[in-house]
């Protein structure tokens, strides 16, 4: 288990840019999988982008163009790096570490994108 903690959250303008960051408590080399979901209220939790320990990258199709995910393994840190925001990009985001035997999830961090 990891434990995980978001931030770089707040309020910003559409088209504006933000930069996530989800810092591990441990080692991250090892883990397999590292992404970002997001939440928006109403909403179910849903993929936003992930990284493997590879570095290959997958990204919901509604951020593709605009969002780059990325790991600094010697930081044990993830990135979400946010451009061209649209207020539907407005959600809490949650970083995820994957694992053979299961996932631990981060508390959160909001972003809020003003029209």
Do not use: H
Not at 77 to 104: H, R, W
Request: overall charge positive; hydrophobic content about 35%.
């Amino acid at each position: 288990q990891v434990q995980l903690v978001e931030s770089g959250g707040g309020l910003v303008q559409a088209g504006g840019s933000l930069r996530l960051s989800c810092a591990a408590s441990k080692s991250i080399f090892s883990i397999s999988t590292m992404g970002w979901y997001r939440q928006a209220p109403g909403k179910q939790r849903e993929l936003v982008a992930t990284i493997t320990r590879g570095g290959s990258t997958k990204y919901a199709d509604s951020v593709k163009g605009r969002f780059t995910i990325s790991r600094d393994n010697a930081k044990n840190t993830v990135y979400l790096q946010m451009s061209s925001l649209k207020p539907e990009d407005t959600a809490v985001y949650y970083c995820n570490a994957a694992f053979s035997i299961g996932t631990d999830w981060g508390k959160g961090t909001l972003v809020t994108v003003s029209s």
